[in-house]
T-cell receptor, first 115, second 113 residues
Framework: DTEVTQTPKHLVMGMTNKKSLKCEQH?????MYWYKQKAKKPPELMFV???????INESVPSRFSPECPNSSLLNLHLHALQPEDSALYLC??????????????FGSGTRLTVV | KNQVEQSPQSLIILEGKNCTLQ??????????LRWYKQDTGRGPVSLTI?????NTKSNGRYTATLDADTKQSSLHITASQLSDSASYIC????????????FGSGTKLNVKP
């Protein structure tokens, strides 16, 4: 299995809703990432989990709450979002060890619309 | 400052023609550089990955080059197809932080019939 699977593919939520995005990989990667991507822009890093521990939080608002239940799963819990949070949310994974020749494997993304 | 710059920002070519996309980086120390293709609204898909010891790598009609001395990479697309229309993103991994990757802003390629 060489894929990163994200669910759902599309999500529409109101500003008072609570929802979660899910990401799963079975490649044995020990680093997992959440990115936010607005139209015509490169992905912006939100969070990095390394060996199931949060290692990077790029000053993301608390309405986004990441969780890494185990080495294969990564969640992003959403609460009280704003319309400007509408974007493509990408999950990625990497081996997480200093091995040359490795980069990210991305999921296909969740298209989030906040209404 | 670690940066990745891509050019051109956008490109329009006719189907069947070749094109070359550029990526210049200042990331140091360097570990690897990867080219991704991203269709609108989808996740990036890896095309090639190159380490400092590799000069050229091909994946079908895609050929990437790397000059680690000048810190430049290019992606050459041969005999373009309509399905090549996408954004192409250059991502550089530093050698001193394996959880940090640097993204270029991408080149938007439009292949017209």
């Amino acid at each position: 299995d060489t894929e990163v699977t994200q669910t759902p593919k599309h999500l529409v939520m109101g500003m008072t809703n609570k929802k979660s995005l899910k990401c799963e990989q079975h490649m044995g990667h020990r680093a997992m990432y959440w990115y936010k991507q607005k139209a015509k822009k490169p992905p912006e890093l939100m969070f990095v989990y390394s060996y199931e521990k949060l290692s990077i939080n790029e000053s993301v608002p608390s309405r986004f709450s990441p969780e890494c239940p185990n080495s294969s799963l990564l969640n992003l819990h959403l609460h009280a979002l704003q319309p400007e949070d509408s974007a493509l949310y990408l999950c990625a994974s990497s081996p997480g060890i200093p091995v040359t020749g490795y980069g990210y494997t991305f999921g296909s993304g969740t298209r989030l619309t906040v209404v | 400052k670690n940066q990745v710059e891509q050019s051109p920002q956008s490109l329009i070519i006719l189907e069947g023609k070749n094109c070359t996309l550029q990526c210049n980086y200042t990331v140091s120390p360097f570990s690897n550089l990867r080219w991704y293709k991203q269709d609108t609204g989808r996740g990036p898909v890896s095309l090639t990955i190159m380490t400092f010891s590799e000069n050229t790598k091909s994946n079908g009609r895609y050929t990437a080059t790397l000059d680690a001395d000048t810190k430049q990479s290019s992606l050459h697309i041969t005999a373009s197809q309509l399905s090549d229309s996408a954004s192409y993103i250059c991502v550089v991994r530093p050698g001193d932080n394996f959880n940090k990757f640097y993204f270029g802003s991408g080149t938007k390629l439009n292949v017209k019939p």
